[in-house]
């Protein structure tokens, strides 16, 4: 566990536990010293609140490492990430990691899930996840459609309206099949029928990847080609795609710091 107080003379405090689903990769390890301080460059206050501290703690989750769950009560929210992992499998760190999630919500803490964790939390609330099934990995920079209709939730009233449609870097090939009882969908798009949903102002999943940089992806996109696990041909089409757009990054990040955020902020 790591535990990082981003400001040291703080007026009041939060504190947020990110739950690490994938080992860092060689490339992030040594850019950027690991998957955590990508996060918590991404999501935490980074100076724009000077009168709060925040405290990250960080528990890798794909090594079975989680909070104890009589220790929900001491976070404001959580974090899930990506993973290389099926969020339907039954490998005893995925069912803890879904009783987690289950605990968490109860107590209404604030739960961010990340592509596998955006399927693991549908998971682990009653909806339905699976291998996508228009066929194959979404990877790259997808264009999501917002919902016409959006839920009464105070982080999205914070950001002071949405945009219709938002570009989010994408790399999967499960999805979510059906979301939670009591859920809203509040994106999809022409591959993905659930981009991304809330439950209330607790719970966000959210299907692509907010705190991807291009150059994490474009590392990731050589090691699945390495691998095999994508043709070359469609890594290079990926690259291709990557020179000429890029991802609406800053409204993502805005989006999620809402979310974890709001309460406190406004």
Excluded at 133 to 141: F, K, M, N, P
């Amino acid at each position: 566990m790591k535990i990082v107080a981003v400001h040291d003379q703080p007026r009041r405090g939060r504190r947020y536990a990110l739950l690490l689903a994938a080992r860092d990769s060689e490339y992030v390890l040594k850019v950027y010293g690991g998957y955590f301080n990508v996060f918590l460059s991404a999501f935490g206050a980074g100076g724009e609140d000077g009168d709060i501290c925040e405290t990250w703690d960080m528990f890798r989750a794909v090594d079975g490492e989680l909070p104890d769950l009589d220790d929900v009560g001491r976070y404001d929210g959580f974090v899930i990430s990506g993973s290389p992992y099926d969020a339907y499998a039954d490998e005893l760190w995925i069912i803890r990691l879904c009783l987690l999630v289950r605990e968490a919500v109860a107590a209404r803490k604030r739960v961010l899930g990340i592509c596998f964790g955006h399927q693991v939390v549908c998971r682990a609330l009653g909806g339905r996840v699976g291998k996508a099934r228009r066929g194959g990995w979404d990877i790259g920079i997808r264009e999501v459609a917002m919902a016409a209709t959006l839920p009464p939730c105070r982080f999205l009233d914070a950001l002071r309206g949405l945009p219709q449609h938002a570009k989010i870097t994408e790399c999967h090939q499960d999805e979510v099949w059906e979301a939670p009882l009591g859920a809203d969908v509040l994106a999809s798009s022409d591959k993905t029928g659930v981009e991304m949903f809330c439950v209330g102002d607790h719970v966000l999943g959210i299907q692509g990847h907010p705190e991807y940089t291009g150059d994490i992806l474009l590392n990731l996109v050589d090691r699945l080609s390495t691998s095999k696990s994508i043709t070359v041909s469609f890594a290079e089409d990926v690259k291709r795609q990557l020179e000429a757009t890029s991802p609406d990054r800053e409204f993502w990040l805005k989006l999620c710091k809402s979310f974890l955020k709001t309460e406190e902020l406004y």
